[in-house]
C-alpha cells in the first residue's frame, strides 16, 4: 500500500505537468471554445414498470412490442392542441394500427418473386393458343367461308388468356414488379447524371465528357427496355483525344483493353462558313368564341366569334444595312343570334424600313407605310339597315417618310421622323363618302406633311406574358384643324402551352379627320398560335 501512493502522485504529476508543456507550446489547441448552442436534451422514454401486466389490456395485440401498443394509447388519449401535429399523429397511428399491411405487402413481395414465372406461363399460353389456330387452319380447309365455327380448340384457355391480360390487377402488379435501379455518372468536373434504369421502359439523357484539356464531349446515354442494358453516343464529329495516361494504369486494371488505332486522331471535316443574310418567319394566331343556349329561364342570345391574326417578317441585315419588311393581317368575324355573321375586325398594314447604322445603336432611315382594310365594311343605324363605310383603298393610308431610328434590340425600335408626307386615298367614292375620313367633297385624296413618331417594342413579363406595344403619331404642318392622329395599339399574351395562349387586344385611336373624340377597341381571345 506504501508503494502504490508515491506511483499514483508521480503518474498524476506527470499528466499536469504534460498537459502544462502542451499549453504553453499548442495554446491554439487546447483554447476552450464556448458553444453558442446548447445542445438538445432529449428525455428518456419512460414506460410503466408494471408494462407486462398491462399488456393484456392493450390494444392491437399484432404488434409484437407492448411499448409501442403502450405509446399508441398515451397519445391517443391525450390531445394536443398543435393541428399540425394532430393531423401527422393521425396518420401515423392509423398506420400502425392497420394491421392489414404487412400481409399485403407480403403478398405483393411473393408475388414481384414469381412475376417473370406469371409471364412466361402466359406467354406459354398464348403459344399454345397460336399453335391451336394453325392446326385448326390445317385440318379443316375452306373455314374462312364458315363463320359459325369456333375459332380455336380450346375456347376455355382462350377466356383465361383473355382475362388475366385485361385484369387491372394484373396489369397493375407487373409493371411495379419492373425493378428500377439508380446509375450514378459523373466526368472529370464532377457533374453528375442519375439515370433510373426501369425494365421495359426506353429514356434518353444528355451527358458531358471531359478530357484533361477542358473539353466536352457532347454524348447520350440510352437506356433500353432489356434488363439493366445501357447504350452510349458520341456526337457526330467529335475527334478524339486521350482522356487517360493509359501507360501509367497497370494492365491488370483496364477491364477491356484497346488497341493503338482507337487513340488515333480522326481526319478533321472542314465545312464552308457563310452568314446567312435574309431571315423571315411568320405567326399564325386563329381564336374561336362560341355561345349556346336554349329554353334558358333569363334569356340571351347564340353567339359565335371567330378571330385570326397573320404576322410575316422578312428581314435583310448586312453589313451597317439593314431592310426590314412585314405584313399584318387581322380579321374577325361575330354572329349573334339570328343576325347575319357580321365583321368585326379588318385591318391590312404592310410596313417596310430600310436603314444604314451611323452611330451605335441609331440609323439613317427611311420607311414606306401603308393601312387598309381588304373587304366591306358597315355600320348598322338599326337591326334592317346597314350603311357600307369602308372597303379596299377606301380608305387606304400611305406614309412615306425619313428619320432616325433607334434600335438598341430587335424588340425595341423608336424611330423619329420630322419629313413625312401623308396621302389618304379613297378609291370608292360612290359608295362611301370621302368627308368620313378627311378627304373633299368630290376628291379622292388628299395629301399632308409633317412629323412621324412611331414606337414599337415587344417585351416579356412575368414569364408568363408576352407584351407587343405600339404607338404611330403623326402631326400636320399644314392643316391646323385636322393637325393630329395618334394610333397606340398594345397586345397582352398569356402563355397557357406551347400552342394555346390567351390575349387581350387593345386599340386607341385619335384622328381629328373623322372625329375629336377618341376611337376605342379591345377584344379578349383564347386560341392557337403557331411560329414557323
Not at 500500500?1 to 506511483?7: C, E, G, L, T
Not at 375459332?151 to 409493371?175: G, M, P, Q
Not at 393601312?371 to 412615306?400: C, H, R, W
Request: aromatic share 14%; with cysteine; proline share 3%.
Amino acid at each position: 500500500m506504501s508503494m502504490r501512493n508515491p506511483v499514483l502522485l508521480t503518474i498524476c504529476l506527470f499528466c499536469g505537468i504534460n498537459a502544462v508543456y502542451s499549453q504553453i507550446l499548442y495554446p491554439e489547441i487546447m483554447e476552450k471554445k464556448e458553444s453558442l448552442v446548447e445542445p438538445l436534451k432529449v428525455p428518456a422514454i419512460v414506460f410503466p414498470d408494471n408494462l407486462s401486466i398491462l399488456k393484456k389490456d392493450l390494444k392491437n395485440a399484432f404488434i409484437a412490442n407492448p411499448a409501442v401498443r403502450y405509446a399508441i394509447e398515451e397519445l391517443k388519449r391525450k390531445k394536443t392542441k398543435d393541428q399540425e401535429l394532430k393531423q401527422a399523429l393521425e396518420v401515423l397511428i392509423h398506420y400502425a394500427e392497420d394491421e392489414q399491411v404487412g400481409p399485403v405487402v407480403e403478398a405483393v413481395k411473393k408475388y414481384m418473386r414469381e412475376a417473370a414465372q406469371k409471364e412466361d406461363a402466359l406467354q406459354s399460353a398464348i403459344r399454345q393458343i397460336e399453335n391451336d389456330s394453325a392446326d385448326y387452319y390445317s385440318a379443316t380447309y375452306g373455314y374462312q367461308s364458315d363463320t359459325t365455327l369456333t375459332r380455336y380448340y380450346n375456347s376455355n384457355l382462350k377466356t383465361l388468356v383473355s382475362h388475366i391480360r385485361s385484369d387491372s390487377n394484373y396489369i397493375w402488379l407487373r409493371e411495379i414488379s419492373k425493378d428500377s435501379v439508380q446509375v450514378h455518372l459523373s466526368n472529370r468536373a464532377d457533374q453528375y447524371l442519375e439515370i433510373w434504369m426501369n425494365n421495359g421502359r426506353q429514356d434518353y439523357y444528355r451527358f458531358w465528357v471531359i478530357n484533361r484539356s477542358g473539353d466536352s464531349i457532347g454524348t447520350w446515354v440510352q437506356v433500353l427496355p432489356e434488363k439493366n442494358n445501357l447504350r452510349l453516343y458520341v456526337d457526330d464529329d467529335v475527334y478524339q483525344n486521350r482522356g487517360v495516361d493509359y501507360k501509367k494504369v497497370p494492365d491488370e486494371l483496364i477491364k477491356n483493353q484497346v488497341s493503338e488505332d482507337y487513340y488515333k486522331i480522326s481526319a478533321p471535316h472542314t465545312g464552308e462558313l457563310w452568314r446567312r443574310y435574309w431571315s423571315y418567319y411568320s405567326e399564325v394566331e386563329a381564336a374561336l368564341g362560341q355561345g349556346y343556349q336554349s329554353n334558358w329561364a333569363s334569356g340571351g342570345e347564340n353567339s359565335l366569334s371567330l378571330l385570326t391574326n397573320l404576322r410575316l417578317y422578312l428581314n435583310y441585315n448586312k453589313n451597317k444595312t439593314s431592310w426590314e419588311n412585314f405584313i399584318h393581317y387581322r380579321l374577325g368575324f361575330l354572329r349573334s343570334g339570328s343576325e347575319d355573321i357580321r365583321k368585326n375586325e379588318d385591318r391590312l398594314e404592310f410596313n417596310s424600313k430600310v436603314g444604314q447604322n451611323a452611330f451605335k445603336h441609331w440609323y439613317y432611315t427611311a420607311q414606306l407605310n401603308i393601312v387598309t382594310q381588304i373587304f366591306n365594311s358597315y355600320e348598322y343605324p338599326t337591326d334592317s339597315e346597314k350603311k357600307l363605310v369602308a372597303n379596299f383603298m377606301s380608305p387606304g393610308y400611305y406614309t412615306l417618310s425619313i428619320g432616325i431610328d433607334y434600335k438598341p434590340s430587335d424588340n425595341f425600335s423608336l424611330y423619329l421622323s420630322p419629313i413625312a408626307g401623308k396621302w389618304t386615298w379613297v378609291r370608292d367614292t360612290n359608295g362611301i363618302d370621302p368627308t368620313r375620313y378627311g378627304v373633299d367633297a368630290g376628291k379622292k385624296s388628299k395629301g399632308d406633311a409633317g412629323a412621324r413618331v412611331e414606337l414599337r417594342n415587344k417585351f416579356p413579363l412575368a414569364k408568363i406574358m408576352d407584351i407587343r406595344n405600339e404607338l404611330i403619331m403623326f402631326s400636320s404642318y399644314y392643316n391646323p384643324k385636322q393637325s393630329f392622329t395618334a394610333d397606340w395599339k398594345v397586345q397582352i399574351d398569356f402563355k397557357i402551352n406551347y400552342f394555346m395562349r390567351a390575349s387581350v387586344y387593345a386599340n386607341l385611336v385619335y384622328d381629328e379627320n373623322y372625329s375629336d373624340e377618341l376611337q376605342f377597341k379591345e377584344t379578349l381571345n383564347l386560341g392557337v398560335n403557331f411560329r414557323f
